[in-house]
Nanobody
Framework: VQLVESGGDLVQPGGSLRLTCAASGFTFSNYAMNWVRQAPGKGLEWVSGITAVGVDYYADSVRGRSTISRDNAKNTVYLQLNDLKTEDTAMYYC?????????????????RGQGTQVTVSS
């Protein structure tokens, strides 16, 4: 399993970013995918998940400001982040689920990428 995130950047509050996770080494369309994040000095936080068939779920902290999507033909999952806040500053990781459904709030994933840094600052 290989998960490679990209798209993180330094942005001003109110800005937007689109994070991308390219997956390989498994049958992507069979599994749910998640995004988790870790802010400096804090633990992992589940951000969003999408089932194998495209049903999406969000943490309260990002609901209404983010959209998760997947392209099974490209083995890729995306996270669009809008109206970014300083508290969104974190390393964002893509994580493969063990099933085809999302366990909302879970942060235990055996397969996770190296992460992409999102910094929100003026």
């Amino acid at each position: 399993v290989q998960l490679v995130e990209s798209g993180g950047d330094l942005v001003q509050p109110g800005g937007s970013l689109r994070l991308t996770c390219a997956a390989s080494g498994f049958t992507f369309s069979n599994y749910a995918m998640n995004w988790v994040r870790q802010a400096p000095g804090k633990g992992l936080e589940w951000v969003s998940g999408i089932t194998a068939v495209g049903v999406d779920y969000y943490a309260d902290s990002v609901r209404g400001r983010s959209t998760i999507s997947r392209d099974n033909a490209k083995n890729t999952v995306y996270l669009q982040l809008n109206d970014l806040k300083t508290e969104d500053t974190a390393m964002y990781y893509c994580a493969k689920d063990q099933t085809n459904w999302v366990e909302v709030g879970s942060i235990t994933f055996p397969n996770r990428g190296q992460g992409t840094q999102v910094t929100v600052s003026s």
